[in-house]
């Protein structure tokens, strides 16, 4: 069954447009994975969630209880780690799960119990009575994270939550992450990365421009961009030529490792080599390949992603 | 669905208690805060009774006008000490911190009186060192010790109210560092149309009804009369009705324009 349901979701601030009657659902025990560029109206839709901002339109629903009229009940259902973590500076890493802890009215006893049991489960014991202020950002986001499960919540949501993180804190929240869901935590998860919706999440659901654009497993989006992909890297001297000379031809997209373009079979490749050579390009590397996620995404929404 | 818990009763006062709790820590965590809150009236009190002793009490002693103008230089240290208040839940906000507190099931009174009432007790402490300060120069209380008391709480109860004023402002101010420089200014006014400094009758004409409105006033005359005798029943009544009208009202801006969701 569904634990969160976004219906018709619409949300402006000003002239802009976050939201434009997004809908997605997240069943019970799985990492749904959202994912979307900059702008796409992630933040927006987690926020909506999440209780701390109101849409213009549509419902939302977490664990069958409606945000909007009763925000209270759902607040005893969720946790959130966002994008900048939502502690105390001042106070210990203790002190802030402590905090929490009591005013999720575990009482003085039950709080402090269950913040030694975060910080053992989240290997901060060494620095569990330093400053929050003083730690690292990996920590920093274990901390945060370990502060959005103290309440036990049925539906955890992940802001990017590996966004600014270096590759080795990157793995060790991903490995928290999985084990949430081995435990039957619901997540819900935004990232831009292509990496991480393919590691950790069971389904994607793509967002763009404030509304879903694509939705399925890794496996089906990868579907969507049939057959093969062609894709050239040049001296990044000659790109904006290249790119400019194969569009006359075909539909390009850029990705990180160069130019690419859809494959009709091996003649494409042909076509191409073809056409650079004629005009004396010195190609670095040029081939066929299956397509990836990465090239879903960029047939959908036209752009790259932050990977 | 098996294991959703059941929804806790948001308990303000029990909310509010435990950010409370906070507030104090923190606090204790760096006591120069507390110090430099204190430093500037005494500052004041150092500076300006020097300068002013023999302005406004002609024949009188150095001692005489402590004894005048220390419940001022309180109430100023309380007065400008609200800054710092509404400065540090404008801090909470932007660090994040709120977002966190308002994801938990709470009160969305607990956040702001937590912070307000923690900060009463570093008003108490400005008042305390003020006047610890003032009576090594000559300030004496001369009406029992129910007189101490109430010299203590008549300006704690005017930080109360006045803290929510800030607080509101601070919760609606597009800008922190305008916020603050309009807030400065309107403070330092209010200081001085009082009859703080000097005599409402050695007051200009046109500043007298102001001074005789202002809760500065009111909160100086209190004290005095607690400390040294006197009728202090209309200013301690002209204290409490603002206090509780400001309370009654920034303190409804001030948790409406927190509760609000964007």
Redesign the interface.
Same mark, same amino acid.
């Given at each position: 069954?569904s634990v969160v349901e976004v219906e018709g979701l619409r949300k402006s601030f000003g002239e802009v447009e976050a939201l434009r009657g997004l809908s997605l659902a997240a069943h019970e025990g799985e990492i749904l994975g959202v994912l979307g560029p900059n702008g796409a109206g992630k933040t927006t839709m987690i926020?909506i969630v999440?209780?701390?901002?109101?849409a213009d339109e549509g419902t939302v629903r977490v664990?069958?209880i409606d945000v909007r009229t009763d925000?209270?009940?759902v *607040?005893? +259902?969720?946790?959130?780690t966002?994008q900048?973590?939502?502690?105390?500076?001042?106070?210990t890493a203790r002190?802030n799960l402590t905090?929490?802890g009591?005013?999720?009215?575990l009482g003085r006893a039950g709080a402090r119990e269950r913040a030694a049991e975060l910080l053992a489960e989240f290997d901060l014991l060494d620095a569990a009575d330093r400053r929050a202020g003083t730690f690292s950002g990996g920590m920093r986001r274990r901390l945060d994270l370990a502060?959005s499960l103290i309440? *036990?919540p +049925?539906v955890l949501f992940l802001d990017e939550p590996t966004t600014g993180l270096d590759p080795r804190s990157r793995n060790s929240l991903w490995a928290i992450v999985r084990r949430l869901r081995a435990e039957g935590t619901t997540i819900v998860l935004t990232t831009q990365y292509l990496a991480e919706a393919e590691e950790l999440a069971d389904r994607i659901v793509v967002i763009d421009h404030g509304e879903v654009i694509a939705e399925g497993t890794a496996d089906d989006l990868k579907h969507r961009v049939t057959g093969a992909v062609c894709h050239v890297r040049v001296d990044e001297e000659l790109m904006p030529r290249v790119e400019e000379l194969l569009s006359s031809r075909w539909q390009v997209s850029r990705s990180a490792e160069g130019l690419v373009v859809p494959a009709d079979g091996s003649g494409t490749l042909v076509e191409v080599v073809r056409l650079l050579d004629a005009h004396d390009i010195l190609v670095e590397d040029l081939g066929l390949r299956r397509p990836t996620l990465d090239d879903a995404f960029l047939a959908l929404t036209g752009q790259a992603t932050g990977s | 669905m098996s294991t959703a818990p059941a929804t806790p009763r948001a308990s303000a006062w029990a909310d509010t208690a435990i950010l409370t709790g906070r507030g104090l820590l923190l606090m204790a965590r760096s006591p120069a805060t507390v110090t430099m809150t204190a430093a500037f009236p005494v500052i004041l009190l150092l500076l300006l009774s020097v300068s002013f002793a023999e302005i406004v009490m002609p024949g009188g002693s150095y001692a005489d006008y402590v004894n005048y103008s220390v419940p001022l230089f309180a109430a100023m240290g309380i007065t400008f000490a609200t800054l710092s208040t509404a400065n540090a839940v404008h801090a909470d906000r932007i660090a994040g911190f709120d977002d966190r507190l308002r994801t938990l099931p709470l009160s969305p009174v607990a956040p702001l009186a937590g912070r307000i009432i923690a900060d009463t007790a570093r008003n108490l402490a400005t008042v305390a060192i003020v006047t610890g300060v003032g009576m090594a120069l000559g300030f004496r209380f001369e009406n029992g010790l129910l007189g101490i008391v109430a010299y203590f709480v008549v300006p704690l109860l005017y930080g109360f109210g006045l803290a929510w004023l800030m607080v509101a402002v601070a919760l609606h101010a597009a800008s922190a560092e305008s916020a603050n420089a309009a807030l400065n200014a309107l403070l330092l006014v209010l200081s001085f149309l009082s009859t703080g400094f000097v005599r409402l009758a050695d007051l200009p004409g046109w500043a007298q009804p102001i001074a005789s409105a202002n809760p500065i006033s009111h909160v100086v005359d209190a004290m005095r009369a607690f400390a040294h005798g006197g009728s202090a029943g209309d200013h301690l009544l002209a204290v409490a009705a603002w206090a509780v009208g400001l309370t009654a009202v920034f303190g409804t801006l001030a948790v409406r324009r927190y509760a609000r969701r964007g």
């Open positions: 069954m926020s999440t209780t701390l901002v109101r664990d069958g925000p209270a009940a *607040r005893t +259902r969720i946790g959130l966002g900048f973590a939502a502690l105390d500076d001042n106070l002190e905090l929490f009591r005013l999720l009215k502060a309440g *036990r +049925r | -």
